[in-house]
């Protein structure tokens, strides 16, 4: 476990979308047991209320304060990138070249990467997924909606949802739809009903030794293509 968790302020900037840049928050942990070994990484999509150009928005979110609290209960590196305020939501194909570009920078195990996200972030991860499962071993999205018709793009990945049965942001039957759309797929897809919470499920979840140790034990069984 790593018991300090302090994040680093970076930009990051694509080369294949003309003026696309990406600040991001970026966590090195010191606490690995060997070095050299190379770790598993987490990337975390904020929700709508923290788009914009000031990182302490993204700081100030739940998984960052979370784990600012908690510590981070395995080694690994986390990646909480800011959407612009001018956009609706994540662009998948932007995220798509960001974990490129970490994987081989940071000399992550292509095998164990993983995206969480609350809200429009839970929504992105969906979105990430679709086309870039390939990327991933696993997703956590919270409170968020997917896109039952292209749930059978899904049905190898192992996905934890979890969602309050008293939202009023983003109703619980949004989510539940999308939890049958997968389940009918025949996928290994979790879904988790939190009884009496509304949308600001993320303390609940991000603090839950169960979703962290089952995190740390998915690992893609085909190697990742550069």
């Not at 209960?73 to 609706?88: A, T």
């Amino acid at each position: 476990m790593c018991k300090t968790v302090k994040f680093e302020s970076n930009v990051w900037s694509s080369t294949s979308f003309r003026e696309r840049r990406l600040p991001y928050l970026l966590f090195k942990p010191t606490c690995a047991t060997t070095t050299g070994t190379k770790l598993p990484l987490l990337l975390y999509l904020h929700g709508a209320g923290s788009k914009g150009e000031n990182l302490q928005l993204v700081e100030q979110s739940v998984l960052p304060q979370t784990l600012a609290e908690t510590g981070l209960p395995f080694p690994c590196i986390v990646v909480c990138p800011q959407c612009p305020g001018s956009r609706s939501g994540w662009q998948p194909d932007l995220l798509g070249e960001l974990l490129d570009e970490l994987i081989t920078a940071l000399q992550i195990d292509p095998s164990r990467v993983y995206a969480t996200g609350i809200s429009m972030g839970g929504r992105g991860v969906y979105e990430l997924a679709y086309d870039y499962g390939d990327r991933l071993a696993a997703i956590v999205p919270l409170c968020a909606f997917g896109i039952p018709n292209l749930a059978p793009r899904l049905r190898q990945l192992p996905i934890w949802a979890f969602h309050g049965d008293q939202d009023e942001v983003l109703p619980f039957a949004r989510g539940q739809e999308m939890a049958e759309a997968l389940q009918a797929t025949g996928s290994p897809a979790i879904f988790t009903r939190l009884e009496g919470l509304h949308h600001d499920i993320g303390e609940t979840v991000y603090r839950s030794k169960e979703m962290w140790e089952w995190l740390k034990g998915q690992q893609r069984t085909k190697e990742f293509s550069e």
